[in-house]
């Protein structure tokens, strides 16, 4: 081979060389991309999980009537939010407008918030924070198209250029009132504040609300924790977490929507006629002590709640804060006490003390008794100079009342008219409640060991209703014992509480004897003879067994004395039908006291007639049930 051939091959050798590693290396790095694809589908990637959680709002329980029908309830509120940054200037008109269809929201007070904050603040601003969810759910669809619409633009945030759109978001709830002044004060109403969390949330301040605030917000907040997606969204997967939203509690009555809006009718219509301050009444199950129905003329909207309201005294529960003279309506309950110690004989007769000739109608004048210095006269003429025990009580005798009180010791009057429930809280589900006040044992027991005997001033007013002071709900419950042979029962108004599907009853208070059932039978009798025969016979109602006492008194003005302008009427008792057993009561603040209906005073002209057309509206809507001959039991 010579020279020239033999480097030849020496450099084609030399090629081949370089090729082979030049292939050899890239076998190599082919081996090592397919071994790094390899592992990377054969092993787990360890990316970092990027997670996201979502809060659902919880509300505030339902208070609900025993018809069920939604008395007090919430509502989600949403808030709108802008970034005023991010409007497009040219777009603005575009944005108000359609957020004004959108929302309901009138465009004037939109561009007013849009303009002030483009001039004095730009930045996030919040349109609205009472959205509801009908309009929230519309707006949602807004914002996307508005994002197709490029009203919002991108700025320039810690570098990075974002863009801040229309944003609808739970801000909280709101209280609603379907039925607006029904039950009004009686379910009360509630005050907005905030959490911590910038959540509108509401407590209540009075009534229902107030007293059972604990339950009815005894919420909580759903929660959704889990994996997001490249939109932003949760992904449900096994390592998701769901806590599920919990309402607060429904608190259920025992007072039927209908019946209590027709007898809040009646109220109305007596209001007006009897030119009254105020009419209030109830109805009471006699046996159970459950509320069917607890009234007033003087309502109010809860969500709109104006200054008259205040100025007019509407907001307070009177039925159970309004402290008043009783009047007559005491006097059953003084002479049970009298009856029950054994202290009336049968067949007893007492004097009337009315002197001088008869009137055209037989009458003589009206009696005068004095103790000490106190001149105490009757409110009603008779035909008779000798009472018998049937007769005080159904015409309303003061002197004949008066002088059955004088047989009780100081202490047993005392414990006696304790034991209705007089001085004390009624024990009735709902905040605030008076106790009104009798007087002390000493004062009861005063000259009570004097020789000669001297009758006790204290005992004897105290007996017709004049110089103590009860609430409507006291006396309520004082006449269910009538009613219920001698037993007396705790005014309830709701029948259950509702949380999680479970319900939880009250802590049943048991009724308490208090009189004999004999006594509690005689007096039931007089009330009853006091409907046919007496001041209460426009309360009659055929095949139901009625019974109750009349009641009027001037009301205390203080140091002036009692004023001869302004009275307080009542009447107090029972009806009774085929199964059912209600005590039902009656009060009328400041009817007409003068001019053309000045008889309007007198609680038979005013309290009664209203207790007649409850009895009636019980029966006419099936809640009482005639029974014939019921009235047969008098003889």
């Given at each position: 081979?010579?020279?020239?051939?033999?480097?030849?091959?020496?450099?084609?050798?030399?090629?081949?060389?370089k090729?082979?590693?030049?292939?050899?290396?890239?076998?190599?790095?082919?081996?090592?991309?397919?071994?790094?694809?390899?592992?990377?589908?054969?092993?787990?990637?360890?990316?970092?999980?990027?997670?996201?959680?979502?809060?659902?709002?919880?509300?505030?329980?339902?208070?609900?009537?025993?018809?069920?029908?939604?008395?007090?309830?919430?509502?989600?509120?949403?808030?709108?939010?802008?970034?005023?940054?991010?409007?497009?200037?040219?777009?603005?008109?575009?944005?108000?407008t359609?957020?004004?269809?959108?929302?309901?929201?009138?465009?004037?007070?939109?561009?007013?918030?849009?303009?002030?904050?483009?001039?004095?603040?730009?930045?996030?601003?919040?349109?609205?924070?009472?959205?509801?969810?009908?309009?929230?759910?519309?707006?949602?669809?807004?914002?996307?198209?508005?994002r197709?619409?490029?009203?919002?633009?991108?700025?320039?945030?810690?570098?990075?250029?974002?863009?801040?759109?229309?944003?609808?978001?739970?801000s909280?709830?709101k209280?609603?009132?379907?039925?607006?002044?029904?039950?009004?004060?009686?379910?009360?109403?509630?005050?907005?504040?905030?959490?911590?969390?910038?959540?509108?949330?509401?407590?209540?301040?009075?009534?229902?609300?107030?007293q059972?605030?604990?339950?009815?917000?005894?919420?909580?907040?759903?929660?959704?924790?889990?994996?997001?997606?490249?939109?932003?969204?949760?992904?449900?997967?096994?390592?998701?977490?769901?806590?599920?939203?919990?309402d607060?509690?429904?608190?259920?009555?025992?007072?039927?929507?209908?019946?209590?809006?027709?007898?809040?009718?009646?109220?109305?219509?007596?209001k007006?006629?009897?030119?009254?301050?105020?009419?209030?009444?109830?109805?009471?199950?006699?046996?159970?002590?459950?509320?069917l129905?607890?009234?007033?003329?003087?309502?109010?909207?809860?969500?709109?709640?104006?200054?008259?309201?205040?100025?007019?005294?509407?907001?307070?529960?009177?039925?159970?804060?309004?402290?008043?003279?009783?009047g007559?309506?005491?006097?059953?309950?003084?002479?049970?006490?009298?009856?029950?110690?054994?202290?009336?004989?049968?067949?007893?007769?007492?004097?009337?003390?009315?002197?001088?000739?008869?009137?055209?109608?037989?009458?003589?004048?009206?009696g005068?008794?004095?103790?000490?210095?106190?001149?105490?006269?009757?409110?009603?003429?008779?035909?008779?100079?000798?009472?018998?025990?049937?007769?005080?009580?159904?015409?309303?005798?003061n002197?004949?009342?008066?002088?059955?009180?004088?047989?009780?010791?100081?202490?047993?009057?005392y414990?006696?008219?304790?034991?209705?429930?007089?001085?004390?809280?009624?024990?009735?589900?709902?905040?605030?409640?008076?106790?009104?006040?009798?007087?002390?044992?000493?004062?009861?027991?005063?000259?009570?060991?004097?020789?000669?005997?001297?009758?006790?001033?204290?005992?004897a007013?105290?007996?017709?209703?004049?110089?103590?002071?009860?609430?409507?709900?006291?006396?309520?419950?004082?006449?269910?014992?009538?009613?219920?042979?001698?037993?007396?029962?705790?005014?309830?108004i709701?029948n259950?509480?509702?949380?999680?599907?479970?319900?939880?009853y009250?802590?049943?208070?048991?009724?308490?004897?208090?009189?004999k059932?004999?006594?509690?039978?005689?007096?039931?009798?007089?009330?009853?003879?006091?409907?046919?025969?007496?001041?209460g016979?426009?309360?009659?109602?055929?095949?139901?067994?009625?019974?109750?006492?009349?009641?009027?008194?001037?009301?205390?003005?203080?140091?002036?004395?009692?004023?001869?302008?302004?009275?307080?009427?009542?009447?107090?008792?029972?009806?009774?039908?085929?199964?059912?057993?209600?005590?039902?009561?009656?009060?009328?603040?400041?009817?007409?006291?003068?001019?053309?209906?000045?008889?309007?005073?007198y609680?038979?002209?005013?309290?009664?007639?209203?207790?007649?057309?409850?009895?009636?509206?019980?029966?006419?809507?099936?809640?009482?049930?005639?029974?014939?001959?019921?009235?047969?039991?008098?003889?």
């Amino acid at each position: 081979m010579d020279h020239k051939n033999s480097s030849n091959f020496t450099s084609m050798q030399t090629k081949t060389k370089k090729l082979g590693i030049i292939i050899g290396l890239l076998v190599f790095i082919i081996f090592l991309l397919l071994n790094s694809v390899s592992n990377t589908i054969n092993q787990d990637r360890k990316l970092p999980a990027v997670y996201s959680s979502k809060k659902e709002l919880s509300v505030r329980g339902d208070i609900k009537s025993s018809d069920n029908f939604k008395i007090s309830t919430s509502k989600k509120i949403y808030k709108a939010t802008i970034d005023t940054r991010c409007l497009d200037s040219n777009k603005k008109d575009l944005f108000i407008t359609l957020f004004s269809i959108y929302s309901g929201i009138k465009k004037d007070i939109i561009s007013k918030k849009i303009n002030h904050s483009l001039q004095k603040n730009k930045g996030r601003l919040v349109l609205s924070y009472n959205i509801n969810s009908r309009d929230a759910k519309n707006l949602k669809l807004l914002s996307y198209k508005l994002r197709q619409l490029h009203v919002f633009k991108a700025i320039l945030i810690h570098g990075s250029k974002i863009i801040i759109g229309l944003d609808i978001s739970e801000s909280g709830e709101k209280r609603i009132f379907p039925y607006e002044n029904t039950l009004t004060p009686v379910i009360g109403y509630l005050k907005k504040f905030e959490t911590k969390k910038s959540k509108t949330k509401v407590k209540g301040i009075k009534g229902l609300e107030s007293q059972y605030n604990k339950q009815l917000d005894s919420s909580k907040d759903g929660i959704l924790k889990g994996e997001r997606d490249v939109l932003s969204r949760i992904s449900f997967n096994k390592n998701s977490k769901i806590n599920r939203r919990i309402d607060g509690a429904t608190v259920n009555l025992n007072i039927p929507l209908k019946l209590q809006k027709n007898i809040e009718i009646i109220l109305d219509h007596y209001k007006e006629k009897l030119g009254a301050k105020e009419v209030m009444a109830s109805v009471m199950d006699s046996t159970t002590g459950k509320i069917l129905t607890l009234a007033t003329s003087n309502r109010y909207n809860p969500e709109r709640i104006k200054q008259s309201d205040v100025d007019n005294g509407y907001l307070p529960v009177n039925t159970i804060e309004y402290q008043f003279e009783p009047g007559s309506v005491i006097k059953p309950i003084a002479i049970s006490l009298v009856m029950d110690h054994g202290r009336i004989k049968d067949g007893e007769i007492f004097k009337a003390h009315n002197k001088g000739p008869r009137n055209k109608k037989g009458e003589y004048k009206k009696g005068v008794y004095k103790i000490g210095r106190w001149p105490i006269r009757d409110d009603h003429q008779f035909k008779k100079k000798w009472l018998t025990l049937d007769d005080i009580l159904i015409y309303s005798s003061n002197i004949g009342t008066l002088k059955l009180a004088q047989r009780l010791s100081g202490l047993e009057f005392y414990n006696g008219f304790k034991k209705f429930g007089l001085s004390k809280k009624t024990g009735i589900d709902l905040p605030f409640e008076r106790t009104g006040v009798i007087h002390s044992i000493a004062q009861y027991k005063a000259y009570e060991n004097r020789i000669p005997k001297r009758d006790n001033i204290f005992k004897a007013t105290d007996s017709y209703g004049q110089g103590i002071t009860t609430t409507f709900m006291q006396l309520l419950k004082a006449y269910s014992t009538f009613n219920n042979e001698g037993k007396i029962v705790t005014p309830q108004i709701v029948n259950n509480i509702q949380e999680e599907g479970k319900k939880q009853y009250p802590i049943k208070k048991e009724s308490i004897q208090i009189i004999k059932k004999s006594t509690a039978k005689e007096i039931k009798r007089l009330l009853i003879k006091t409907v046919q025969e007496g001041t209460g016979t426009a309360a009659k109602i055929d095949n139901i067994e009625v019974g109750g006492k009349t009641g009027t008194a001037n009301i205390s003005e203080g140091k002036k004395g009692y004023s001869r302008k302004k009275y307080i009427t009542s009447f107090f008792g029972f009806a009774n039908g085929k199964k059912q057993k209600y005590t039902i009561g009656v009060t009328v603040r400041e009817p007409i006291s003068r001019g053309k209906y000045w008889y309007y005073y007198y609680a038979s002209n005013s309290a009664v007639p209203v207790f007649k057309e409850i009895v009636s509206s019980l029966i006419s809507l099936n809640y009482l049930k005639p029974k014939i001959g019921t009235i047969s039991q008098l003889n």
